[in-house]
Nanobody, 127 residues
Framework: QLQLVESGGGSVQPGGSLRLSCVAS????????IGWFRQAPGKEREAVSC????????RYADSVKGRFTISRDNAKNTVYLQMNSLKPEDTAAYYC????????????????????WGQGTQVTVSS
């Protein structure tokens, strides 16, 4: 059974940076798209970024383009989300999720595409 654990969240001032990690256990991530989602209080969970199994295809929400970078190290069974130039509106609980796919599949922003979810890590951006 695939399990995902996020880490790296915390409190940071506007303009600061954080790097989130999503570590998988139980199954190799070689055949999984990984998505990062976030949910602020009172709001729907929204997609932030996703990455294909080989890392060759990525996708970003418009709100984070140019500031966030997703990457993966399959040898470590880990996916990262580097977040730079953080803004107060980035404050949310961040979740990673995994979707088993076939070779060549794109990564999706739809929550329903993902079968496995981590417990989340809190990111707070405030002065």
């Amino acid at each position: 059974q695939l399990q995902l654990v996020e880490s790296g969240g915390g409190s940071v001032q506007p303009g600061g940076s954080l790097r989130l990690s999503c570590v998988a256990s139980g199954v190799t991530l070689d055949y999984y798209n990984i998505g990062w989602f976030r949910q602020a209080p009172g709001k729907e969970r929204e997609a932030v970024s996703c990455i294909s199994p080989g890392g060759g295809r990525t996708r970003y929400a418009d709100s984070v383009k140019g500031r966030f970078t997703i990457s993966r190290d399959n040898a470590k069974n880990t996916v990262y989300l580097q977040m730079n130039s953080l803004k107060p509106e980035d404050t949310a609980a961040y979740y990673c999720a995994a979707d088993r796919v076939s070779a060549g599949d794109p990564c999706y922003f739809s929550k329903s595409a993902y079968d496995y979810w981590g417990q989340g890590t809190q990111v707070t951006v405030s002065s």
